[in-house]
């Protein structure tokens, strides 16, 4: 049977405060879908920022409830910030089995809805499939599956186009003491996962051939880490989940623009400009240039 994982379908930063990271990703230019009320058992809400082939969520929990008590512990524990990776798969029955067929282990699969407010003022319901692969099948944040049942209530064509003119997720990275434990385990739970080593850790390719574009996973140490990004104080980011968000920004002239008129702080990288996470919810936030 063959691997049923084909890439990452978007990633979530938790944060402690919803209305203020809308305002917070509104100012780094990007446009926000409006919220999304999850059910009264999971007291949680959301935010997407939406590309053409992927997006990332901004999640808070809105309400104190046994369903949500896990991801409270979390947030108080680790902080606010990058927590999780969600990929890409067909169907999430059929992707149970051929994990199993490769001897990794997931809980059941779950199903969900919620009412999604549509720019035009009118209400959806999108669906979804989910299947979480056990705790000890990942190194780092939090990995799991989803299938979108309504992709037509998640992409909303008015919600991809953004002033900063991001065009998709470029990578997301993480420091940790084992990036070569990280990355091999990372690259099991993908069909195309394969391993690239880079001077201080690894980075792994997560999609498919025939498939489309997938976000890199890169594993650094920490000290590599710090010295790509010397001007984060990366205590600000969870501790054991992700620290970096790269989008795909072709033209960086208008992020530099929306920066300099709004008065944000940023620092130039190696591969674009970024903002720490004072600025981005305990992400740091990188737009990265062709």
């Known amino acids: 049977m063959t691997h049923p994982v084909k890439g990452v379908d978007h990633v979530f930063l938790m944060v402690n405060d919803l ?9 780094l230019g990007f446009t926000i879908s409006p919220r999304g009320m999850h059910s009264a058992h999971k007291g949680a ?22 369903g949500n008590a896990d991801r409270r512990e979390m947030l108080k524990r680790e902080g606010q910030g990058l927590h999780a990776v969600a990929c890409r798969i ?26 999604v407010p549509l720019p035009d003022g009118s209400e959806g319901m999108a669906s979804f499939d989910t299947l979480k692969f056990l705790p000890h099948e990942y ?15 998640v992409w909303v064509p008015s919600l991809l186009e953004h002033p900063n003119g991001a065009q998709g997720i470029a990578g997301v ?7 070569d434990g990280a990355a091999a385990a990372f690259a099991r739970l993908f069909a195309g996962g394969s391993i690239r080593h880079v001077d201080g850790g690894a980075v792994v390719s997560t999609g498919v051939a025939d498939g489309p574009a997938s976000a890199p996973i890169e594993v650094l140490t920490r000290e590599a880490l710090a010295a790509a990004y010397p001007e984060v104080d990366f ?43 004072r600025e981005a919810c305990g992400s740091v936030v990188e737009f990265v240039g062709e």
């Open 19 to 27: 209305d203020e990271s809308c305002e917070a990703f509104e100012r």
């Open 235 to 277: 205590s600000l980011t969870p501790r054991g989940a992700f620290a970096v968000l790269r989008v795909d920004t072709p033209d960086l002239k208008p992020v530099r623009a929306i920066f300099d008129q709004r008065g944000i702080p940023f620092m130039e990288t190696a591969r674009g400009l970024a903002v720490g996470p």
């Open 173 to 179: 990275v993480a420091g940790c003491d084992d990036p």
């Open 139 to 153: 190194p780092l944040g939090t990995v799991f599956m989803c299938r979108h049942k309504t992709r037509d209530m």
């Open 90 to 115: 067909d169907d999430a029955h059929a992707a149970r089995e051929g994990l199993a067929a490769q001897g990794i282990e997931t809980e059941e699969v779950g199903s969900f809805s919620r009412p």
């Open 45 to 66: 809400a959301n935010h997407t920022i939406m590309f053409p082939n992927d997006y990332f969520e901004l999640l808070g929990m809105i309400a104190e409830v046994p």
